[in-house]
């Protein structure tokens, strides 16, 4: 099984051979050449044989498995009761949703062709409901495919193509016997692809019992990054993304920005956090209609949308050439992605800006980027609220000029001179009390608060916000508490433990306490309304004037929630944060009395058996 070798010249995708309605959808994402994976894999795949492809990831493996797979499928056969034609497996939630989204794009000219991800750490009912309801392509983590499979609720009787990805990553965590269990239930006469970054004898063991014959194909990464593009990377906790993003926005002088985010559901929940931030933002992922991102990307040109949030299958093929600045809101799974997606600036001549949020846990992620890429990237410094404001004063005062000299200022001048704060007191006026006098020093005051609050500083909630920065990027640079290292588990072993990692609930559905308690209070938004913490919380912090470490446990119903707010709430405090939204809805906050006939908060419906549960 020794590797083919890499041909001389490579084909354009219309000389693979893919049927009308694939090649259609090739031409849509803006796809040409195929990659070295892709020209080698694809052919062999449309003609039947099982594969093993060495391919680290970055080399666009996955729509090399993924055309085929849909060309292999049959949309008239039924696929109601979770009986699937293709399964592809992933060790993880991030790569999993990743891949369906991939999937889904590639099947937009297959009508009817459904396709679904299932993984740990997200409950099973909607699971479940599209599985019975029918799909033809699930991608899924070992354990919630195993789940299914006990459950009754997925079949792979009629599995046609079976696909293995970054199958050394899934040995390594401890899924060998799922996987050798989900092969031993599909179908002995199916085809198989199996992608691994490393060939030990673990998966050549893997390959040798499942694969039949397979073509062996081996190819390396080809990644360069653009040479006017300052590379950047800022080490942000995992909980205060939203934050710094907003701060990084506040204070770049971009004419436009793309935020690249892993999957569509985050894409959704960073561009609604910036929108009700006041940002002018925009969102596209892999279900925008044709027309619909269309019409975003050129509201992009034209300078009505100034910040677009995208994941990297939306993204194919967008050219604008204002954007000066890419930010990667979640560090990608592969080299080729981040080259890609800082493709988007540096064009057109000018230079450009690419930021990446790293969490602590990540830095090895970098340092795997930074070795492909063959460059280093420099660290930054997140803003911080003071130097926001800074920066819009800067601003401000840099229109001065040009405002006075179109002058028509008297009116101003008078008010502001006029203003009690404005006025000398009796005993500055050196015994003259007849008229009231403005001093310099005090219509000095009256101007500085003015420019305070023109950018938004309001003063002690202000200094609460630069404390909380302050603590923020303490934690960034290693000085981390208990609830940090609690919190950074929580997201780096997610998917294994079954916690959502982009959640503040645990597997059970309850919330996850944060350091103080208090008071608990009633907000008017749930589930219902498409609440999720992070929402929760932002409102809270942003338009409420809490700083994060006032909010404690937080329990998400149906049509309501409970927040434990640590410090007392008085009337002010109220009617501020009753004016707040989440998912359009007015919080419309009230001390909680505690009703015992309250419903538990939204959780899966315990097991009745004994077996264990696989949360992969």
């Known amino acids: 099984m020794e590797p083919t070798a890499e041909p001389t010249a490579g084909p354009t995708f219309a000389d693979l051979g893919l049927p009308a309605a694939l090649q259609a959808a090739v031409d849509d994402l803006g796809f040409t050449t195929p990659s070295p994976i892709q020209a080698r894999a694809i052919p062999e795949l ?28 049959d949309p008239r056969a039924s696929v109601a009761g979770g009986h699937v034609q293709a399964l592809v497996l992933a060790p993880t939630r991030e790569l999993a949703l990743q891949v369906a989204e991939a999937v889904e794009s590639f099947a937009t000219h297959l009508p009817g062709v459904r396709v679904t991800s299932v993984y740990g750490g997200s409950p099973y009912q909607p699971q479940q409901r599209a599985l019975r309801d029918g799909v033809h392509v699930v991608v899924g983590t070992p354990g919630r495919v195993m789940d299914h499979m006990e459950r009754g609720t ?26 050798e269990t989900i092969f031993g239930q599909a179908p002995a006469e199916r085809q198989v692809a199996l992608f691994s970054a490393t060939m030990p ?146 064009r057109a ?59 028509r200022l008297d009116l101003y001048t008078d008010l502001l001179r006029q203003h009690p704060l404005a006025q000398a007191t009796d005993g500055d006026t050196d015994g003259d009390t007849t008229a009231p006098v403005a001093t310099d020093d005090a219509v000095l005051q009256v101007a500085s608060a003015l420019l305070a609050l023109a950018v938004g500083d309001d003063g002690p909630q202000q200094r609460a916000a630069q404390e909380e920065h302050e603590r923020e990027r303490a934690e960034a640079k290693g000085g981390r508490t208990r609830e940090t290292h609690r919190a ?85 405090d109220m009617n501020r944060i009753g004016r707040a939204h989440v998912a359009g809805k007015a ?13 538990a908060p939204r959780t899966e419906r315990p097991r009745t058996d004994r077996r264990p549960v696989h949360s992969a």
């Open 46 to 73: 449309l003609s039947g044989r099982d594969i093993t492809g060495v391919a680290q990831t970055g080399t666009g493996k996955t729509a090399a498995f993924a055309i085929p797979l849909l060309a292999a499928l």
């Open 154 to 179: 997925l079949s792979l009787d009629g599995v046609k193509f079976l696909v293995l990805d970054e199958a050394d990553e899934m040995l390594r965590m401890g899924f060998a016997e799922d996987v």
């Open 201 to 346: 004898p673990a998966i050549r063991a893997v390959a040798a019992t499942h694969l039949n014959d397979p073509v062996a194909i081996a190819v390396s990464r080809q990644s360069s990054t653009v040479s006017t593009v300052e590379q950047t990377y800022a080490v942000v906790p995992f909980r205060h993304k939203i934050g710094s993003l907003v701060r990084v926005l506040a204070t770049s002088d971009a004419d436009a920005t793309i935020v690249f985010t892993r999957t569509r559901k985050d894409a959704e929940e960073v561009g609604a956090a910036l929108v009700e931030r006041g940002i002018s933002a925009a969102t596209i992922s892999g279900d925008v209609a044709q027309k619909e991102r269309e019409k975003i990307v050129e509201r992009l040109r034209s300078g009505s949308v100034d910040v677009l949030v995208a994941t990297d299958v939306a993204a194919r093929g967008l050219d604008v050439d204002r954007i000066g600045l890419v930010v990667n809101f979640d560090i990608p799974r592969e080299a080729e992605a981040y080259v890609h997606r800082i493709g988007r600036t540096g």
């Open 349 to 407: 001549g000018r230079t450009g800006r690419a930021l990446s949020f790293v969490t602590p846990h990540e830095r090895g992620k970098l340092k795997h980027i930074e070795r492909t890429i063959r460059a280093s990237l420099t660290e930054a410094e997140i803003p911080s609220p003071r130097d926001v404001s800074q920066h819009r004063a800067g601003r401000l005062l840099d229109a001065v000029a040009a405002r006075i000299e179109a002058g």
């Open 488 to 572: 950074e588990r929580t997201e780096r072993d997610g998917d294994r433990t079954g916690r959502h990692p982009r959640s503040d609930r645990d597997d059970r559905g309850r919330g996850i306490r944060r350091p103080a308690a208090g008071t608990r209070y009633r907000i008017s938004v749930g589930h219902t309304h498409g609440a999720q913490p992070r929402g929760i919380v932002g409102a809270l912090t942003h338009e409420g004037g809490l700083s994060g470490s006032d909010i404690g446990k937080i329990d998400i119903f149906g049509n309501f929630s409970l927040v434990d707010i640590s410090r007392p709430l008085d009337d002010a």
């Open 587 to 599: 919080l419309r906050i009230s001390v909680d009395q505690g009703a015992p006939e309250r419903r």
